[in-house]
Structure formats: C-alpha cells, structure tokens
C-alpha cells in the first residue's frame, strides 16, 4: 500500500478511536484535519458555509416540514410547492402532476399535454388537425366526443367512419337485407319500441331455441310497439324499370288472449310510419284483427281493400308473408301478395296497392276494458330482389 495513504489512514484510526465510549483527548480539528473541515460543512444546517442544503435543493415548503424524513418518506404536506421546470425536486415533480394529471398544458405548451391533445371531457376539444380528437372521434357536426351523437360520414373521421359502416351493417340505411332471431337485447339499431301505461316489449327465451318478441299490456288501454329503424322501398312496379325488383318480406307470429286486443288498432305489416301507425292509419299492407278474427288489408292513401284470412288458430305459431313485385309468386305489374303458412291469403293488383317507404310494424293495444293480449314475433326477414 502507498506509504502515504497508510499514514492518512491510521492517522484517521487514531483520533475517531474512542474510549469507554468517549472520543480521546486527541481528536479532529478544523484546521489540520480535512475530514473534519469537510464534517462541519455538510453537517448540521446551522454549520453549512460551502455547501448548499440537501433539504434546500430537493425543496421543503416551509420550516413546519423542515425534517428530510418527512420530506422523502412520510406524508409531508406539500400543497405549497409552486411549479417549477427549472426549480427544485418537488417544484419539478410539481411541474410534471401538473401538466399530466390536473392537465392545463400551459407550462408544457411547447411540446402540448395529452389534455390539450386529446380534449377535457369533451368540453376543450378542437375538432381540428392540432387535436388528436380531429382524426380519431371529434363530431364535425357538434364537436362533442359522444360516440352516441357521431353523424355518419364515409369521408370523415374514424369514429364517423365507424358509425357509417355500422349503419351499413345493421341495415339503418343503405342495407338491403334484414334477419333479426334475437340472440340477444332488442338492437336499438335496428329496432324501435314505444309503449304507453304499462305497455311491455320484450325479449323472451321461454321457448328456445325459438328467441322471439313479446309485445304485451297488463292494463287497461296499455299500448306496446315495435318497428324498423330502417324503412324499405315498397314498389311493386319496379320489376319493369328498376335495379329493385321486388320486396319480401316474412315473419312468424302467435297470439295469446286475443280477446283482450283491440281490434280497431292492432296491425302487424308493413306501414309508411311505424312510428304512429295502427290499423286505422293510411299508406299500409299486412294483417289486423276483425272481431278477433285475422284479416288482411292494403291501404293506399285512405283508400283500402281487406280480405278475410283462412282461419288459422292464433294461439299457435304462423309464418306471415308480405310479397310485391317479382317476389310474387304470380308476377304481374303492381302486384302484392299476402300469405300465411305458405297459403295465398290475398292479392291486389294495381287496385289500393301503395309505392312508399315502409317501415316493419307490429303494434299491440288493450282494449279499454280488458288486458293482457300478448303478440309473439320470431325471424323476421326482409330482403330484397335485385336486377
């Protein structure tokens, strides 16, 4: 070993020795003994002439919270650290909660915060090429991040994207084809329901593996009401000029307590407003009640043609079929067909026969005095002919 570092250390030995527990009369002094030079300066705070306070540098707040203990491990208050990007530990650490977790941005305004990009709560947002929320979920229309008001747009951002594929998909709009077996909740997408007093649809799995609808009304007068969101073009004439040649459309059905549906209301068909038809309206093709007993109607702007059904038992499970244009079994030019368990039931031609957009409509009402009438709906299926 050096001879000289050998001496400095038994040097060192020699005056930290203790005895019985005391330092001997030979100790460190400031002037000849460096280490002891080097302990009064970063010692105690009140002998500190060279360096600066590890407490100082890393930031205490005020001399309550003067202790280091508590400063690094205990839950020292620090409400009173301002931020800092060029200050101490805490007003640093200050600076970075700041900027990520209370999410102004301002003091990181050269690089943006991930509120300033991404928008607080859909209250800051700039639908615009600065703001993430532009690109990827940004209504243009109302610049609101709810999904729920996002207006469909092929051209748009990716949720508008999104929402013009699902409308496409679930056949809200531009889809052709539509068959519902209800695996699960009613799809608001596809379906609307209403009702009034204590008027119930509802999904019901009682039968499986039939999943069906249960149009219902416990009370007096209730009301239950189901249709399409998407209407489709009813237009027997097209098969002469048109790309759609013809609509068909079918469903299965079964009734339970007829006797307490109102006849003058209740219609399952095709009606130019599901939202308020009922078998007294105009503009509709399908089946309503006739003192408890089924009928078929077609109703062109007021003006109807009806026809009596041949007799099936209600409270048993049907398939009911609407057919125009070349979906009919007999093709001629305006023509409309009704059918029940694959038997013709009724036909018009040109006579009443309506050209509109139709939503699928079942709507069930009790009578003012009674309740409890049920419809039972199963795959409905609607498709249409193309060229």
């Given at each position: 070993?050096?001879?000289?570092?050998?001496?400095?250390?038994k040097?060192?030995k020699?005056?930290?020795a203790?005895?019985?527990?005391l330092?001997?009369?030979e100790?460190?002094?400031?002037?000849?003994?460096?280490?002891?030079?080097?302990?009064?300066?970063?010692?105690?705070?009140?002998?500190?002439?060279?360096?600066?306070?590890?407490e100082?540098?890393?930031g205490?707040?005020?001399s309550?919270?003067?202790?280091?203990?508590?400063?690094?491990?205990?839950?020292?208050?620090?409400?009173?650290?301002?931020?800092?990007?060029?200050?101490?530990?805490?007003e640093?650490?200050?600076q970075?909660?700041?900027?990520v977790?209370?999410g102004?941005?301002?003091?990181?305004?050269?690089?943006?915060?991930?509120?300033?990009?991404?928008?607080?709560n859909?209250t800051?947002v700039?639908?615009?090429?600065?703001s993430?929320?532009?690109?990827?979920?940004?209504?243009?229309?109302?610049?609101?991040?709810?999904s729920?008001?996002?207006v469909?747009n092929?051209?748009?951002s990716?949720?508008?994207?999104?929402?013009?594929?699902?409308?496409a998909?679930?056949?809200?709009?531009?889809g052709?084809?539509?068959?519902?077996?209800?695996?699960?909740a009613?799809?608001?997408?596809i379906?609307?329901?209403?009702?009034g007093?204590?008027?119930?649809?509802?999904?019901?799995?009682?039968?499986?593996?039939?999943?069906?609808?249960?149009?219902s009304?416990?009370?007096?007068?209730?009301t239950?009401?189901?249709y399409?969101?998407k209407?489709?073009?009813?237009?027997?004439?097209?098969q002469?000029?048109?790309?759609?040649?013809?609509?068909?459309v079918?469903?299965?059905?079964?009734?339970?307590?007829v006797?307490?549906?109102?006849?003058?209301?209740?219609?399952?068909?095709?009606?130019?407003?599901?939202?308020?038809s009922?078998?007294?309206s105009?503009?509709?093709?399908?089946?309503f009640?006739?003192?408890?007993?089924?009928?078929?109607?077609?109703?062109?702007?007021?003006?109807?043609s009806?026809?009596t059904?041949?007799?099936?038992?209600?409270?048993?499970w049907h398939?009911?079929?609407?057919?125009?244009g070349?979906?009919?079994?007999?093709?001629?030019?305006?023509?409309?067909?009704?059918?029940i368990?694959?038997t013709l039931q009724a036909?018009?031609?040109t006579?009443?026969?309506?050209?509109?957009?139709?939503?699928l409509?079942?709507?069930v009402e009790?009578?003012?005095?009674?309740?409890?009438?049920?419809?039972?709906?199963?795959?409905?299926?609607?498709?249409?002919?193309m060229?």
């Amino acid at each position: 070993m050096d001879k000289e570092v050998e001496r400095n250390l038994k040097l060192i030995k020699n005056k930290g020795a203790l005895v019985n527990g005391l330092p001997t009369s030979e100790s460190f002094n400031n002037t000849d003994d460096s280490l002891e030079q080097i302990s009064d300066n970063i010692g105690q705070p009140q002998d500190r002439g060279n360096f600066t306070s590890i407490e100082a540098m890393i930031g205490v707040p005020d001399s309550t919270n003067s202790s280091l203990d508590d400063l690094l491990r205990t839950g020292q208050d620090s409400s009173a650290i301002s931020a800092n990007e060029d200050g101490s530990v805490e007003e640093r650490l200050e600076q970075i909660q700041e900027a990520v977790n209370v999410g102004t941005g301002t003091a990181l305004a050269a690089n943006k915060s991930l509120v300033d990009a991404l928008g607080t709560n859909g209250t800051t947002v700039t639908d615009s090429a600065v703001s993430v929320l532009g690109a990827i979920g940004a209504n243009s229309a109302d610049n609101s991040f709810g999904s729920a008001s996002v207006v469909s747009n092929p051209d748009g951002s990716v949720l508008e994207r999104l929402e013009s594929l699902i409308q496409a998909t679930l056949v809200r709009r531009e889809g052709a084809y539509m068959l519902e077996t209800w695996q699960a909740a009613i799809d608001e997408g596809i379906w609307t329901t209403a009702t009034g007093g204590t008027g119930a649809v509802t999904r019901d799995v009682t039968e499986e593996p039939i999943q069906k609808v249960v149009l219902s009304g416990p009370a007096n007068a209730d009301t239950a009401r189901l249709y399409t969101v998407k209407e489709w073009q009813f237009d027997p004439l097209a098969q002469l000029a048109r790309t759609v040649k013809g609509l068909y459309v079918s469903w299965e059905a079964k009734f339970a307590t007829v006797a307490s549906i109102e006849n003058t209301k209740f219609f399952m068909g095709l009606s130019s407003d599901g939202a308020a038809s009922d078998r007294s309206s105009n503009n509709l093709t399908g089946f309503f009640l006739n003192s408890d007993v089924l009928n078929a109607i077609i109703d062109d702007a007021g003006s109807e043609s009806t026809a009596t059904v041949g007799g099936p038992t209600l409270t048993s499970w049907h398939k009911f079929e609407i057919r125009c244009g070349t979906a009919c079994r007999t093709i001629t030019s305006d023509r409309v067909e009704l059918i029940i368990d694959n038997t013709l039931q009724a036909a018009w031609t040109t006579t009443n026969v309506p050209h509109m957009n139709a939503a699928l409509l079942f709507y069930v009402e009790q009578e003012a005095a009674v309740n409890g009438g049920e419809l039972h709906i199963a795959m409905p299926h609607i498709v249409y002919l193309m060229i």
